[in-house]
Nanobody, 115 residues
Framework: QVQLVESGGGLVQPGGSLRLSCVAS????????MRWYRQAPGKERESVAT???????NYADSVKGRFTISRDNAKNTVFLQMSSLKPEDTAVYYC?????????WGQGTQVTVSS
């Protein structure tokens, strides 16, 4: 069992930056693929960024070049550095831990990009 707690969301102006954190507890963090998702009002949840256990990353086209996912296995934490934020980035952001058939979700953190 893995418990995930996200933090770092908030209100930011267009063009600004935020860093989201997701702390995991309860299992061996380093083996998990970690993924950030987001869900805007009235829209489906979408994958934003992924980091594999070995450190490989990939991104949705909509955030490529603006968002960076990273992990600190010593601290059981995955980060999402978000820059050049746009109003369309407004959503609840969730982290997910995946290992084989197991999958765990955090409770989400709200990011609002508005002037």
């Amino acid at each position: 069992q893995v418990q995930l707690v996200e933090s770092g969301g908030g209100l930011v102006q267009p063009g600004g930056s935020l860093r989201l954190s997701c702390v995991a507890s309860g299992s061996i963090f380093s083996v998990y693929t970690m993924r950030w998702y987001r869900q805007a009002p009235g829209k489906e949840r979408e994958s934003v960024a992924t980091i594999m256990s070995g450190g490989d990353t990939n991104y949705a086209d909509s955030v490529k070049g603006r968002f960076t996912i990273s992990r600190d296995n010593a601290k059981n934490t995955v980060f999402l550095q978000m820059s050049s934020l746009k109003p369309e980035d407004t959503a609840v952001y969730y982290c997910r831990a995946i290992f084989m058939a197991r999958s765990y979700w955090g409770q989400g953190t709200q990011v609002t990009v508005s002037s």
